[in-house]
């Protein structure tokens, strides 16, 4: 995409857009303006997969009856470091900011908090969550089941877990946080559509097909599977993230997750759960801060192959993209800027300015 | 290695001969039998490269004054679910079982249990104390630093990151627990070491040397660096499990991680985390077994790519190994009984029978 065709739109700016869309598909003004705000957030620290991107099928997903906009979200069980959020269908983000909201209580007294939810939905990025910890000097730890299945058990051909992620947020004192964000596949399936729309292959890895051979056309990725990192390993991570997100909670896992990229109306029982670690718990804090910018610092600064410019720390580069984001907007494409005129003509809204 | 040089030694007596050498070095006689214990275990459950193998350095160690044989292993830090323990550098067994132990009391009434080591030593396999929460109806989680660094930065080559492993336990019912214990690395170095001792070369993937070109000779493993599972994934995972286990416990990580192949007298400041979660905090605990018995049969059950006969649950392999080690004794090769019989003739005792 070249400059001239990509507009940055301030995030306030977005924020109202999506707020008014929820709006308008008779989403109660504060449960869309929590949205809005998550979503906006997905998008200003670079997660574009996951924030206004998803605005046309979450509203699919609403008009098809698919999500309850009036959620009773309640704790069903709960002890003095854990709970279980049944969220009522309601949307992932208003279930998940509770969720994490409840998690931080408990951990800033029992030292930790788990929390998990079951009836929940697609909720953004997972280190939008993981990240909510950092500025309560806390460490926040994220698993969800994908809403998708593309990853069948190491050896087989059926496709019975998805790419099932993990968020990790570290606090740091002087450096940015160290926050992980991965799925358990090599590559997560929005960048497979993406290599498909740009008319280009994928390299060797990502996906074999059901002779467990290389898959390197995009187009052709209905007739293969995602790969997981680690082969064996990483269908044993997505497995264990299903089991903790998903089978714990009483949430789909495995053959009952549904996809929900096809299906719009069947509740999807997606479930997740954050975990809060209070740093403070375990000794002095900005003590452990200084330690996290050693370690930064020492991997940063280290001995590079030939033709590597820069070692990055996972979450440097988002984090780098939420300071450029907030100053000078966030990036929308052409293909992004018609897919949300369409939505607002669709729905009787004015268009993202 | 042929059967007809292999031999099978019955537990009780591999353990009962693990726990004289400790009591030959001056350990204290309950420590010795606890520690022999636990590396049984690990040896019955099949990770053989963390069970009695480990006798002859352990003991080095200890003649060499780098373990504490009196340590006062003592809670410094705690709250309704967390804890931090100073393992005043005494055998790491001895200090992650008191912590499994606590983090279980913890979990019990807080729902989850999260305690941290710090001071503390190499421990064994990462699953031997996951695993612990299975009898008391737990999922059990842990994580490690590395007692040597294999693993530069994603770009880099200074090795300074280990292979950082990850154990989860989950419970289930008529099925056996699924077990994951992995590496964040493609491959552990212990099986780099096993293939040079079989003069075999490894596959592309394992490792790399530093032009960033892929390395096939075990045997040049000094000129080159473990690759983490799927790039920079896997390298991301392995410092999120360093900061876990050791930065947040104010023990070793990065830099600050000694190798303890080459040095046995510097205390390791070995940091370790173990979490467990009480499956009745989230609901009827029977209910959930039978949800992971769902989760495992379909997987088990699915249709296999061509030339696959089975379908592993993680942990599966270990489960069975298990069984038939406690029934036919655990297999003992000649490598290991000659390095064995060289530690007793050392340190005066009879050999394993």
Same mark, same amino acid.
């Given at each position: 995409?070249?400059?001239?065709?990509?507009?940055?739109?301030?995030?306030?700016?977005?924020?109202?857009?999506?707020?008014?869309?929820?709006?308008?598909?008779?989403?109660p003004?504060?449960?869309?303006?929590?949205? =809005?705000?998550?979503?906006?957030? =997905?998008?200003?620290?670079?997660?574009?997969?996951?924030?206004?991107?998803?605005?046309?099928?979450?509203?699919?997903?609403?008009k098809?009856?698919?999500? !309850?906009?009036?959620?009773?979200i309640?704790?069903?069980?709960? /002890?003095?470091?854990?709970?279980?959020?049944?969220?009522?269908?309601?949307?992932?983000?208003?279930?998940?900011?509770?969720?994490?909201?409840?998690?931080a209580? @408990? =951990?800033?007294?029992?030292? $930790?908090?788990?929390?998990?939810?079951?009836?929940?939905?697609?909720?953004?990025?997972?280190?939008?969550y993981?990240?909510?910890?950092?500025p309560?000097?806390?460490?926040?730890?994220?698993?969800?089941?994908?809403?998708?299945?593309?990853?069948?058990?190491?050896?087989?051909?059926?496709?019975?877990?998805?790419?099932?992620?993990?968020?990790?947020?570290?606090?740091?004192?002087?450096?940015?946080?160290?926050?992980?964000d991965?799925?358990?596949?090599?590559?997560?399936?929005?960048?497979?559509?993406?290599?498909?729309?740009?008319?280009?292959?994928?390299?060797?890895?990502?996906?074999?097909? /059901?002779?467990?051979?290389?898959?390197l056309?995009? @187009?052709?990725?209905d007739?293969?599977?995602?790969?997981?990192?680690?082969?064996? @390993?990483?269908y044993?991570?997505?497995? $264990?993230?299903?089991?903790?997100?998903?089978?714990? !909670?009483? =949430?789909a896992?495995?053959?009952?997750v549904?996809?929900? !990229?096809h299906?719009?109306?069947?509740?999807?029982n997606?479930?997740?759960?954050?975990?809060? $670690?209070?740093?403070a718990?375990?000794?002095?804090?900005?003590?452990? @801060?200084?330690?996290?910018?050693?370690v930064?610092r020492?991997l /940063?600064?280290?001995?590079?192959?030939?033709?590597?410019?820069r070692?990055?720390?996972?979450?440097?580069?988002?984090?780098?993209?939420?300071?450029?984001?907030?100053?000078d907007?966030?990036?929308?494409?052409?293909?992004?800027?018609r897919?949300?005129?369409?939505?607002?003509?669709? $729905?009787?809204?004015?268009?993202?300015?």
């Amino acid at each position: 995409m070249s400059h001239a065709t990509m507009t940055a739109v301030q995030a306030g700016v977005l924020c109202e857009f999506i707020t008014r869309a929820f709006v308008a598909v008779d989403m109660p003004a504060a449960d869309a303006a929590s949205v =809005a705000a998550l979503m906006t957030e =997905a998008d200003l620290q670079g997660s574009d997969g996951h924030g206004v991107i998803r605005l046309a099928p979450y509203i699919r997903r609403i008009k098809a009856g698919g999500i !309850n906009l009036r959620p009773e979200i309640r704790v069903i069980e709960e /002890r003095a470091a854990t709970a279980l959020i049944d969220g009522d269908n309601g949307m992932g983000h208003l279930v998940m900011a509770r969720a994490a909201q409840l998690a931080a209580t @408990k =951990a800033r007294t029992a030292g $930790i908090g788990w929390v998990g939810s079951r009836l929940s939905n697609h909720a953004g990025p997972a280190s939008l969550y993981a990240r909510m910890a950092l500025p309560q000097d806390m460490i926040g730890l994220y698993f969800a089941v994908g809403n998708a299945n593309h990853l069948p058990p190491w050896g087989g051909l059926d496709m019975l877990l998805s790419t099932n992620p993990i968020a990790v947020a570290v606090p740091a004192g002087d450096e940015p946080p160290v926050v992980l964000d991965m799925a358990t596949t090599v590559a997560a399936y929005g960048k497979v559509k993406a290599k498909a729309q740009r008319g280009e292959m994928m390299p060797e890895g990502w996906m074999i097909d /059901r002779q467990g051979q290389p898959l390197l056309d995009p @187009k052709r990725a209905d007739e293969g599977f995602l790969l997981p990192i680690g082969g064996y @390993k990483g269908y044993g991570l997505s497995l $264990i993230v299903g089991l903790l997100a998903g089978t714990l !909670n009483g =949430a789909a896992m495995g053959r009952a997750v549904l996809d929900f !990229n096809h299906d719009f109306e069947t509740t999807t029982n997606t479930g997740q759960a954050i975990a809060m $670690i209070d740093l403070a718990a375990f000794g002095d804090v900005a003590a452990f @801060k200084q330690r996290v910018d050693t370690v930064v610092r020492d991997l /940063r600064a280290s001995e590079r192959m030939p033709h590597v410019d820069r070692i990055w720390l996972p979450g440097e580069q988002s984090h780098a993209k939420r300071l450029a984001y907030a100053r000078d907007g966030i990036p929308v494409g052409p293909a992004l800027r018609r897919a949300l005129d369409a939505v607002a003509a669709e $729905i009787g809204i004015a268009p993202l300015a």
